[in-house]
């Protein structure tokens, strides 16, 4: 499941992020890839423990945990630290795909990606190329989404950044792991959760809404480790 969510950011969040990003000091993205990956990837990035990714990125993950959507869809159990990265002068990072345990710099801790998240911080007018392109079952999916907003995909897709040939992309990128390992499973949930949601506005007294409910939780109870 590929989910777009608008609005993580607001303007003002969006113009904090890239004052502070303005003042960062920048590195090779590939310094962070593994040896396949870095043959492709072409980008510049925060390093992972600079204050500035550190002050920024708890940012966005308290805004995160309040986030009803973002919530329901990833049923976030780990969260690795978001990083932030540049693309300009036709920097890319063709197809790859992301490694399944992502460490935690500075601590034990291992995250797996069941989920991959791009948050837009650059407006799509700002720069040409740059798409995020996954591969689905369905065929590619070409993702460019206003500052501010949040893609979500599996982490086990092959994915893409186009070349940017205009301006930069700046973005912050994370790893999520979910409760719900399976991603089938887990689209699953946020659907019978959006229709519980649904009905429970439109029809709030009707008392499939309570049962509803309880399967959704039965089914979490069943899939999710927490
Ligand atoms: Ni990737």
């Known amino acids: ?17 890239r004052a502070a990003l303005d003042s960062a000091e920048w590195v090779d993205g590939r310094n962070t890839a593994g040896y396949l990956s870095q043959r492709v990837k072409d980008n510049a990035q925060v390093p992972d423990v600079h204050p500035v990714a550190r002050q ?60 991959s998240a791009t948050l837009f911080l650059s407006a799509p007018e700002e720069y040409d190329g740059g798409e995020l392109v ?21 982490g086990t897709s092959v994915h893409r950044v186009e070349p940017v040939t205009r301006g930069a992309r700046l973005a912050s990128f994370f790893w999520i792991q979910s409760m719900v390992r399976e991603d089938s499973q887990r689209t699953m949930l946020f659907e019978l959760d959006n229709s519980i949601q649904h009905l429970g506005r439109d029809v709030p007294q009707h008392p499939a809404v309570v049962q509803l409910a309880g399967l959704y939780h039965n089914l979490l109870r069943r899939w999710a480790d927490a």
């Not at 959507?69 to 920097?91: D, H, I, M």
Request: hydrophobic share 40%; net charge positive; aromatic share 6%.
């Open 134 to 154: 996954v591969e689905d079952t369905f065929g590619p999916r070409s993702i460019k989404l206003p500052a501010g907003d949040l893609v979500l995909y599996p």
């Open 56 to 115: 920024l990125g708890d940012m966005i993950l308290g805004i995160l945990e309040k986030h009803a959507t973002f919530t329901s869809a990833a049923l976030p159990l780990k969260v690795v630290p978001p990083l932030f990265n540049r693309y300009a002068g036709n920097q890319t990072y063709g197809r790859h795909v992301d490694g399944a345990i992502r460490p935690v710099t500075g601590t034990p801790h291992r995250v797996r990606t069941d989920l």
């Open 1 to 17: 499941m590929l989910i777009h969510i608008p609005n993580v950011l607001d303007a003002a969040q969006v113009a904090q992020c």
